[in-house]
């Protein structure tokens, strides 16, 4: 029973190197979770198909400790029903590039060293909390093009740019190339935690209407050049 897995160990799958595709994953519709480690070391893990009736993913279940040893899926569904994510699930899993999340999902954990990854989409059910922050979505220039569900009742997303939905706050933005300019539009008041994390703007404009700075907002970056038209200096959390 695959369920009972609390430890890598503990998985019948734990370091099987040798598997490439395991799309027959998807018949094992006893499970209500991937289980802690439960791909943990497979490293070669090209494909694969997840079980339809799963609630949760937990931590691990497709890393390694190995730097960039997590497995090698490159495309994957999070089949409906899906409601949590949790912290490190695809921590290592480098050759991630397509991610297509469930309706259903409230809960994700971290895709911060998915470098390669090229798309993520933000259901509805996703709240703030779970898409800002430096931890969620991947850091260190990835051009990443992130699409907000139109339903979302906070968030939207506009040329890659994650707002609230009054378009005040700048939540997310995953989309840079070293030496890029990007000029916050007016009206924007709010930097969130982790806004620029890891970007490669060489020059960030920031609006007259900009009041907050949280933290992390700007940190990590390749900045050079930070021009601001606000008339007070806005409130910086460090």
Do not use: W
């Not at 009206?187 to 982790?194: A, I, P, Q, R, S």
Request: charged share 20%; net charge negative; aromatic share 10%.
């Amino acid at each position: 029973d695959i369920n009972s897995s609390s430890s890598y160990t503990g998985s019948i799958f734990y370091n099987k190197t040798d598997i490439t595709k395991f799309d027959e994953f998807e018949y094992f519709t006893g499970l209500s979770k991937i289980p802690y480690g439960c791909f943990y070391g497979c490293e070669n893990l090209e494909s694969i198909k997840l079980p339809p009736n799963i609630k949760e993913i937990e931590g691990d279940a497709f890393s390694t400790m190995q730097a960039g040893g997590g497995a090698k899926i490159t495309n994957l569904v999070i089949p409906e029903g899906v409601e949590k994510i949790n912290y490190y699930a695809f921590l290592g899993c480098t050759h991630l590039e397509h991610i297509s999340l469930p309706s259903t999902l409230k809960e994700i954990g971290s895709f911060r060293y998915a470098k390669n990854l090229k798309s993520i989409n933000i259901p509805k059910g996703l709240v703030l909390k779970e898409v800002g922050g430096t931890t969620k979505l991947p850091e260190q220039g990835t051009e990443v093009s992130i699409v907000v569900d139109a339903d979302h009742p906070t968030l939207c997303s506009v040329n890659n740019v994650v707002y609230t939905k009054d378009m005040k706050q700048i939540i997310a933005c995953r989309y840079s190339t070293k030496g890029q300019r990007f000029e916050v539009p007016e009206g924007v008041t709010t930097l969130y935690d982790g806004a620029f994390y890891g970007q490669l703007f060489s020059e960030i404009i920031l609006p007259s209407s900009l009041v907050e700075i949280q933290t992390a907002a700007l940190a990590f970056n390749a900045l050079q050049t930070l021009v601001s038209f606000a008339p007070y200096i806005p409130t910086v959390h460090s």
